[in-house]
């Protein structure tokens, strides 16, 4: 069967592509006529189509053969937050992405778009349809954090228009939707541990929750826009739902959806923090002798409990943003999605 050839400017590499958002990124790729090839340390990407290869990173030899001919660069692989691993977050975030920007420099990459998050602003204190003016953390609550604002520093200084070598990222938050494998299987885990129960604070705390899709959307409308004239190039973009949430209302509609039983008791948050700092405390005293990895960290308390929700009016300025799945179509999705979570099953 002949192959298609395609222009060098649809031609893509997707970093992290193995993973629960770069998939789906990959997939839309591949439907607007990308020739597409996924780099990951995972070797779970078999979407017909693609070319796989599988490395670390940080090894710049195999990120030059991956990005050879390639003209876009999505790089959105990170260790999961739930990690906690400090010198696995320095090492991949921080110096991988070092080695990223050099080989896609190197081989004449054009164009680099990072998956950041929003969580480069949250201190652990309430954040209310915050712009991307918002500075960074000063106390990053979490080492994931402090090398997510690491790496996003790198990525947009390293934007240079008259090396023809444009960055830009995308700021999600709250990332949901088929395949995750964080948000729906933690929040049914707690509940099957009988841990649903409680509601942190009062319960009205707003957050963003970004459907997958919308997220995707983010990320291919930056790719497209990023040209030298553009006001996008060096920047940095919040990608939301544009429709915060009560934190508790969406919890509860995603179990309820599952059918299990929505919290309903309320617990002081400050207690609970604080609880949360004396766990990780102990954790970490403890670790030589045991290892044990606590639910309610205190990143988690803190994002369950305060507003966190940002304005995404910058993306619908200056890249014609809209979310195209609403929050109600993108949940029923969601649940939908994941029948082995249901409730007796
Ligand atoms: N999910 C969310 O709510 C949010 C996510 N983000 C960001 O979005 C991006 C994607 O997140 P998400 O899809 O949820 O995460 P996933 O863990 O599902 O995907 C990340 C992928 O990167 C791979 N990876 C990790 N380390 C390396 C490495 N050294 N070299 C090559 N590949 C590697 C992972 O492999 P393996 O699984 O084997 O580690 C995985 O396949 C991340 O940058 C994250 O920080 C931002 C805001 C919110
Ligand atoms: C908006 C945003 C950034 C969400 C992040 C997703 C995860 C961090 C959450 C997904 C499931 C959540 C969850 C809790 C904390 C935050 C999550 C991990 C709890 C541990 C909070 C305390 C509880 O009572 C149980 C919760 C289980 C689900």
Avoid at 11 to 32: M, N, P, Q, T, W
Avoid at 151 to 178: M, S, W, Y
Wanted: glycine residues 8%; contains cysteine.
């Amino acid at each position: 069967m002949a192959t298609r050839v395609r222009p060098r400017n649809k031609r893509c590499a997707v970093i992290g592509g193995s993973g629960f958002l770069g998939r789906h990124l990959v997939e839309k790729l591949l439907d607007r006529g990308y020739s597409v090839s996924v780099f990951d340390i995972c070797p779970s990407c078999e979407v017909p189509g693609v070319t796989f290869h599988r490395g670390d990173l940080c090894d710049k030899q195999a990120l030059l053969s991956a990005l050879k001919d390639v003209s876009l660069v999505f790089h959105c692989a990170s260790p999961a937050p739930g990690s906690d691993n400090r010198s696995l977050f320095e090492r991949v975030n921080i110096q991988g992405t070092r080695t990223v920007i050099e080989a896609c420099i190197e081989v004449g990459v054009q164009r680099l778009v990072l998956t950041s998050s929003a969580s480069v602003v949250f201190e652990g204190t309430d954040i209310k349809n915050g712009s991307e003016d918002l500075p960074y953390a000063k106390k990053p609550i979490d080492y994931y954090t402090k090398t997510k604002i690491e790496q996003e520093k790198l990525v947009l200084n390293a934007c240079d228009k008259e090396k023809g070598f444009l960055t830009v990222a995308i700021r999600p938050h709250g990332i949901f939707g088929p395949r995750d494998p964080q948000l729906v299987p933690i929040l049914v885990d707690t509940a099957r541990r009988g841990k649903m129960k409680f509601i942190i604070g009062d319960g009205t705390n707003l957050v963003d929750f970004t459907f997958v899709e919308n997220v995707v959307h983010g990320h291919i409308l930056a790719a497209e826009r990023l040209r030298p004239d553009s006001p996008i190039c060096g920047k940095p973009y919040h990608i939301t739902n544009d429709e915060p949430v009560r934190f508790w209302d969406f919890m509860s509609e995603v179990l309820v959806g599952l059918g299990y039983d929505p919290p309903r008791y309320h617990l002081p948050y400050i207690l609970v923090y604080g609880l949360a700092l004396l766990l990780w405390l102990l954790a970490v005293i403890l670790r030589p002798l045991v290892s044990f990895k606590p639910t309610f960290t205190p990143m988690r308390v803190a994002l369950a409990g305060t507003h966190h929700y940002y304005s995404c009016e910058r993306a619908k300025q200056d890249m014609g943003y809209k979310p195209l799945v609403s929050l109600k179509e993108g949940i029923a999705c969601t649940v939908q999605s994941y029948p082995h979570l249901q409730k007796g099953d």
